[in-house]
């Protein structure tokens, strides 16, 4: 018996319809299948989180703690140096550069920072990135009016790219006495403010 095409249309119109239904019908009962896809789950933070207020509500405090790296910069006179060798202090280093505006804008902060722990276990490591001879010799004689800020650099410009901030300026890395990295913050902050003595102080007060 021949089937008109009109009555084959609805049929599989009809199949179509109910595909569609049922399957919009599973999404709708289950829509952790779209948004597992669309919000991934964000990094676990770390126990230092509660330290994120204020000028450094966007600090950043990983879970998984990572030795810092064994990368190599100078001192003022030269030699060669790493983080490693301020192993057993709690350490800031802080990233900077003559051309980065919000860089020299906290540096007096950091200044302050250094000078309220004096003759404790606190390194506040600022190290610039400039690459001319001419540019460093400014970034000396700018850290020189900012004391007691040691000059430390990396001319190639590639540390900041080792660490957590992935080449962003200024960048601020904070290390425990064991040199594992504890929590980063991109951008200028006032590192003398009350949130940023505390978190500092929640370093200083953990076993050696």
Not at 39 to 55: D, H, M, S, Y
Not at 120 to 144: K, Q
């Amino acid at each position: 018996m021949a089937i008109s095409k009109a009555v084959i249309g609805a049929v599989v119109g009809v199949l179509l319809v109910g595909v569609i239904g049922g399957g919009a019908a599973l999404l709708y009962a289950n829509p952790g299948v779209i948004n597992k896809a669309a919000t991934p789950e964000p990094p676990a933070k770390g126990e230092l989180a509660r330290f994120a207020t204020g000028t450094i509500t966007r600090l950043e405090t990983p879970a998984a703690l990572e030795q810092a790296p064994a990368y190599v910069f100078k001192t003022r006179e030269g030699a060669d140096t790493r983080l490693s060798d301020f192993r057993g202090k709690v350490v800031v280093v802080n990233l900077w550069a003559m051309w980065c505006a919000p860089c020299r804008t906290e540096m007096p902060t950091l200044a302050t920072l250094s000078q309220h722990y004096a003759g404790r276990d606190v390194v506040v490591l600022p190290i610039n990135v400039d690459a001319t001879p001419d540019a460093i010799a400014d970034a000396r004689s700018f850290i020189d009016v900012h004391e007691p800020l040691p000059m430390y650099s990396d001319p190639k410009f590639q540390l900041p790219f080792e660490l957590p901030g992935k080449g962003k300026m200024p960048q601020t890395v904070l290390l425990d006495r064991q040199g594992r990295i504890r929590a980063y913050f991109s951008g200028e902050a006032d590192w003398a403010s009350p949130e940023a003595k505390a978190l500092i102080d929640a370093l200083l007060a953990e076993p050696a």
